[in-house]
């Protein structure tokens, strides 16, 4: 019954938007189109089928429908225009994004770590070298979601499957238990400091969250800038760096442990070293091989795009068997992102092709008519921030939001275009800290027994106010030196 409901609602949505009238200055097409981006948005939020089922059905009912949702009276005229072919090219427009093709390489590496153990390798040698104390075991949570972060696109495969399957080992080497007085003893603590500080190393590397890349192909589609991974991190780095040093503290100081030290989990985490043996061909190889990505992701866009950098990696792990064929074939979360990715991408790219954005622009610029360039940045930027608090998905958070507030800022006068368009990418990870469903991680956290509801939503309006005045505290003067 409830995922017919959740089936029914994006329909309604969809019907309800179309049995009105275009807004003054909208064209019928663009309104239709809307329309139906809007009920793809609360599908994305409920999800009666897989996202990237959403996006598909959408497409294919766009392409189908695209004399009324696509094409404008000009274009259908055209003795040279073929709506068939015109239709199916937009449809599949997304899956030759480069973009599109990095994310799903990128999630090959993530499948690359976890087949040959060197992400919990390296999780494990900072627990045994930090774990010691409480405090130390935060920093060494927080070390390792960062040492993974710049080559894995997916904080949930990042934290939820990496860093969480080891350090739901350690409360009970303390005597705490989920959903029990004793999980204030040291689990609590450690599920608060493993979701914030992912959120921060999600901000810190265009690589680390999948929506980043998503968002710097609608930047560029948007208004042509390119935001390359080293631009990202520079203007990230002196903000995410401050935070991922000051979070665990804060928590210690705001969500304080029961259970200060411990010399327990470094020998637990020593153990479990020496059951995993010395480092095995595959893992040196997959060192290697992601060193080189990385490099080439920084330093060689003038010689390889970065989707082809990935791909050259991928197929180099395919001929030295650290990954088989079957890892790529069989990865059904990959092939979902990929799916939906590239329908999202085409779905906003399409919003912009029927001059919705251009609309929403003109009338969001309206309203911040005589504001100082400034002052519309920070109203952007907070209201594009405070908004995650309706979506549980920042990529439908991104493809539904993002262009239009690039829009809005490119309508006003004076703004910064470059400046706004950090700000706004650069608070994607920052965000998904204010709900328990804010990002791919927080369900797996909220669900370890360790993190009451009451507590969840106090902390995470408190962090979450923290990381929005900080970002625009010394974020926004940062890369306005900067960029």
């Avoid at 929506?211 to 800038?225: F, M, T």
């Avoid at 503290?249 to 059951?275: C, F, M, R, T």
């Avoid at 991680?441 to 509801?453: D, E, K, T």
Wanted: contains cysteine; neutral net charge; aromatic residues 12%.
């Amino acid at each position: 019954m409830r995922r017919w409901l959740n089936m029914l609602i994006p329909v309604l949505c969809t019907v309800v938007l179309l049995l009105f009238d275009a807004p003054q200055g909208l064209s019928p097409q663009a309104w239709h189109f809307f329309a139906i981006f809007v009920g793809v948005i609360a599908g994305l939020i409920l999800e009666p089928i897989p996202g990237g089922a959403v996006g598909l059905v959408a497409i294919v009912i766009i392409s189908l429908t695209s004399r009324w949702t696509l094409f404008s009276p000009e274009q259908l005229a055209s003795d040279h225009f073929n709506v068939p072919d015109e239709s199916f090219s937009w449809a599949v427009s997304g899956f030759k994004n480069a973009t599109v093709w990095l994310i799903f390489g990128a999630f090959m590496f993530a499948t690359a770590y976890e087949k040959t153990h060197l992400g919990q390798r390296m999780a494990l040698l900072l627990v045994k070298s930090l774990g010691r104390r409480t405090l130390l075991l935060g920093y060494a949570v927080a070390l390792a979601d960062l040492v993974l972060a710049p080559f894995t696109p997916s904080n949930t495969a990042r934290s939820g499957g990496t860093v969480y399957p080891i350090i739901s080992n350690l409360p009970a080497l303390y005597g705490s238990k989920p959903n029990d007085k004793s999980s204030r003893l040291i689990g609590s603590y450690l599920m608060w400091v493993a979701i914030t500080t992912t959120c921060v190393t999600s901000t810190m590397f265009m690589s680390a969250l999948a929506p980043n890349i998503l968002s710097v192909a609608l930047v560029h589609d948007a208004i042509g800038l390119h935001i390359s991974w080293g631009t990202w991190f520079i203007a990230a780095a002196p903000l995410g760096i401050l935070l991922l040093v000051a979070t665990p503290l804060l928590s210690y100081w705001l969500y304080p442990p029961g259970i200060k030290h411990n010399d327990e989990v470094p020998k637990w985490a020593a153990d479990q070293l020496k059951e995993l043996g010395s480092l095995s061909r595959n893992e040196i190889l997959l060192l290697v091989l992601v060193c080189i990505a990385l490099v080439l992701w920084i330093f060689g866009t003038a010689y390889v795009s970065p989707a082809m950098a990935a791909l050259l990696v991928i197929a180099v792990m395919l001929i030295t068997g650290v990954l088989e064929w079957s890892d790529i074939t069989g990865n059904k979360a990959a092939w979902n992102t990929f799916f939906w990715f590239a329908t999202l991408v085409a779905l906003a790219s399409g919003l912009s092709q029927v001059g919705f954005i251009h609309w929403l622009g003109r009338e969001g610029g309206s309203l911040l008519h005589g504001s100082s360039p400034l002052t519309a940045i920070i109203v952007i930027v907070v209201a594009f921030y405070l908004l995650h608090y309706l979506f549980a998905s920042t990529t439908a958070h991104t493809t539904a939001l993002l262009p239009a507030a690039l829009a809005i800022g490119h309508a006003v006068p004076g703004v910064d275009m470059q400046l706004l368009s950090m700000m706004l990418v650069a608070s994607l990870g920052l965000m998904g800290i204010i709900t328990p469903y804010g990002t791919g991680p927080s369900p797996i956290y909220f669900g370890s027994g360790f993190l009451p509801a009451a507590d969840y939503w106090r902390l995470g309006t408190i962090f979450g106010a923290l990381f929005l005045i900080l970002l625009l505290a010394i974020g926004l003067p940062w890369m306005e030196l900067v960029l």
